[in-house]
């Protein structure tokens, strides 16, 4: 199986929404009337725009078909919020870009627009072109940043004279925490990357890292996560006191979760963490009892396979 992991594919984890969205969007109320939503329209040059409240809330979508019809039926005079789309899909300002990806491929709409987690105020849209505007910049950024700076810790394993190495990294996980989901993993790859390790490497690195943090906060009240880092490879542990995994198999399986509702809809649990996992490494190992908890063991080779 091919592991190779691009630079998109780490970046993708790695920003936000919030780093790629438009702040700037023509928004209308749902007090105003179909009749204005037409100059509204055809000034900006748009076809459609969010509906919010006083309190700068989402609270719907209109588009262009929507104004048709009422002109179609006559009811040019009828207000945006009586004809606007209630259900509206979303994406959070502070989830990860990945997640922002993988909605543009499952619904194929042109644009999502963005609200704050906690107040679901209205922040920004964003649209496909801006998640590759936004990609190729730090593309950029990055490529710079890594002809720069050269830290004397790359040299850390050839420095310390011993038969053995081991460095140890560990963070804590909180169960639940949405907010700071991903920063362990965020935090483990800058700590590699500073020790020389080859960027290949820490794109694996980060991506399994990433979804078995996600995996610890979606289905647990927390865990810990530890990093082994040898000469010659990484391994990563992931251990929750949990409810454990009933079927292993089952849970592989591509697309599955057993995520709630809820949690699928803040941009989590899309069934594919254990998929990324495995395609990231040279071993995965999972032992899980019901009830009591799940210990992922992750290992990435540095000089080639054993």
Do not use: W
């Not at 002109?71 to 945006?80: K, P, R, S, W």
């Not at 809820?262 to 495995?278: D, H, P, R, T, Y």
């Amino acid at each position: 199986m091919n592991k190779e992991i691009t630079k998109v594919q780490e970046l993708a984890y790695e920003l936000t929404v919030e780093q790629a969205m438009t702040r700037d969007v023509v928004k209308v109320s749902p007090k105003s009337h179909i009749g204005e939503l037409r100059e509204i329209l055809r000034v900006n040059r748009i076809s459609g725009a969010p509906v919010v409240d006083k309190k700068g809330k989402l609270v719907g979508i209109v588009s262009i078909e929507d104004f048709i019809k009422c002109l179609a039926d006559g009811e040019i005079n009828a207000f945006v919020g009586d004809k606007m789309t209630k259900k509206v899909k979303t994406l959070y300002a502070d989830e990860s870009l990945i997640h922002a990806v993988n909605k543009f491929n499952e619904y194929g709409f042109g644009r999502f627009p963005v609200i704050e987690r906690n107040s679901g105020k209205l922040v920004g849209v964003i649209a496909k072109g801006d998640i590759i505007k936004t990609l190729l910049k730090e593309l950029e950024t990055n490529y710079h940043a890594e002809e720069i700076h050269r830290y004397r810790a790359s040299h850390i394993f050839r420095d310390i004279i011993a038969d053995k190495t081991t460095l140890i990294f560990e963070y804590n996980i909180a169960g639940k925490d949405f907010k700071h989901a991903g920063e362990s993993a965020s935090g483990l790859k800058k700590s590699l990357a500073r020790l020389g390790i080859s960027p290949q490497i820490l794109r694996r690195i980060a991506i399994s890292t990433y979804e078995a943090e996600m995996n610890i906060v979606i289905f647990t009240s927390g865990g810990c996560i530890t990093a082994y880092v040898k000469p010659d490879e990484i391994r990563v542990e992931a251990v929750d006191s949990g409810p454990g995994i009933p079927d292993i198999k089952k849970a592989m399986r591509p697309g599955f979760s057993t995520a709630p509702h809820s949690v699928q809809e803040l941009g989590f649990g899309a069934g594919m963490g254990l998929q990324n996992i495995k395609k990231c490494a040279d071993k995965m190992n999972i032992d899980s009892i019901a009830g009591k908890g799940t210990k992922l063991e992750v290992i990435v080779y540095t000089k080639g396979k054993k």
